[in-house]
């Protein structure tokens, strides 16, 4: 099928139109025209190539939402016309310990999970293209069912920002006996706040901005320290027993570690880069932990969704269209200090592909991989 999207060609180029081909449904996917596709901060990172992993083209977006237009041979959670989320993820062996365990995102296969662009985590010639483009194809393990009394443009921030801060939440245990912090309220945070509170735990926001503090209190947490304020932070100290850090560039976090109860643990979402002099005395003084969390396997994807269908959780979202991509880069580039996902509605790029025939730059094909170890249909 030939499809049009928006793509960068290189680590100093913005996002231009692209067109491709992707392969038909085989046995197992399902094809969906593409509605809405969340903005994620990563997608600035791979981009700009600042993980040094990016592969180019690269076409991103692992927060879509769309319609099923046509389903493959055996295929049984989907049908035309059915509503579809595709996550960070579109393939993985499904025959390790973690696919077994339900964590594909910790997939031990020979190349690892799928990302839903950027290729497989473990092999650098295969590539695939993500939701900044009109269709997609994904099989249908890795679908995610949107519940019939949640609006879909509010999905595809669950399925990276919410399940990215939910994945800790359920493996270390939050309920109603965890004071529960959260280091920067932005895109992720937010989310953290709100379905922390569903979990029953006593939230804590910790924010650079005094001016956040109301905001973040109706959101629901129940208290809001400023970090740049040592009195709050010397007020705060060991007071938190896991502390999800969403800043999603390097920072010092060793004043993080002085708010950790004993046996505390400080889950790092956000920084894909590096800490520099991190003072392990306080750690080894209350056995704390730092540790790390991969965003979610479909499974737990799928729970996160249903969780704020059942509480009316939603991002805070800002609507925009294909053709505002790199003024919204920009925004994140910058610091987005609104709190809020942006979120594409894609009917603005399918109404512009008659015009985009001429203007779009062809591209090579993206590969999905093979369809293995297929155990459902």
């Known amino acids: 099928m030939k499809v049009f999207g928006f793509g960068a060609q290189d680590a100093d180029k913005e996002l231009t139109p692209v067109v491709f081909d992707r392969k038909d449904p085989r046995p197992g996917e399902v094809a969906f025209k593409v509605t809405y596709c969340g903005v994620c901060h990563s997608d600035l990172h791979q981009v700009r190539n600042d993980w040094s992993n990016t592969k180019y083209p690269c076409i991103p977006g692992h927060e879509v939402v769309g319609e099923v237009t046509e389903v493959g041979d055996g295929v049984t959670r989907f049908k035309k016309g059915d509503l579809i989320g595709v996550g960070c993820m579109v393939n993985s062996c499904l025959d390790c310990e973690k696919c077994d365990d339900g964590v ?3 997939c031990q296969g020979p190349i690892g999970f799928t990302g839903t662009y950027n290729g497989p985590v473990k092999r650098k010639d295969q590539n695939t293209y993500g939701g900044y ?3 997609m194809v994904v099989r249908e393990e890795f679908g995610i069912t949107v519940p019939h009394n949640y609006d879909p443009k509010y999905v595809g921030p669950v399925m990276c920002a919410g399940i990215t801060v939910y994945s800790p939440m359920k493996h270390w245990d939050v309920n109603e006996n965890t004071t529960l912090g959260v280091a920067g309220v932005g895109g992720l945070g937010h989310m953290a706040i709100k379905l922390g509170k569903a979990l029953g735990a006593k939230v804590v926001a910790l924010t650079r901005s ?14 809001v320290v400023i970090s740049e304020n040592d009195d709050d932070m010397k007020a705060a100290a060991q007071s938190i027993d896991v502390l999800i850090n ?5 920072h010092d976090i060793n004043p993080y570690v002085n708010l950790m109860k004993p046996d505390g643990t400080i889950v790092i979402v956000g920084n894909l880069i590096n800490f520099e002099n991190v003072v392990p005395a306080p750690l080894i003084m209350n056995r704390v932990s730092i540790a790390g ?17 059942e509480h009316d959780i939603s991002p805070d979202i800002k609507m925009v269209k294909m053709q505002d991509i790199n003024d919204v880069m920009e925004t994140l580039a910058k610091g987005n200090d609104n709190d809020f996902r942006h979120v594409i509605d894609m009917q603005s790029l399918h109404d512009e ?12 094909s993206p590969d999905r991989g093979d369809v293995v170890n297929r155990k459902a249909g």
């Open 210 to 223: 005094e001016g956040k503090k109301d905001k973040l209190l109706k959101m629901g947490a129940d208290k």
């Open 104 to 106: 594909e995102n910790y």
């Open 246 to 250: 969403t800043i999603p560039v390097p």
């Open 353 to 364: 592909i008659d015009n985009l025939h001429d203007k779009a730059t062809q591209i090579d």
């Open 293 to 309: 969390s991969l965003i979610g396997g479909i499974k737990e994807t799928q729970e996160v969704l249903d969780i704020c269908a």
């Open 133 to 135: 483009s009109s269709h």
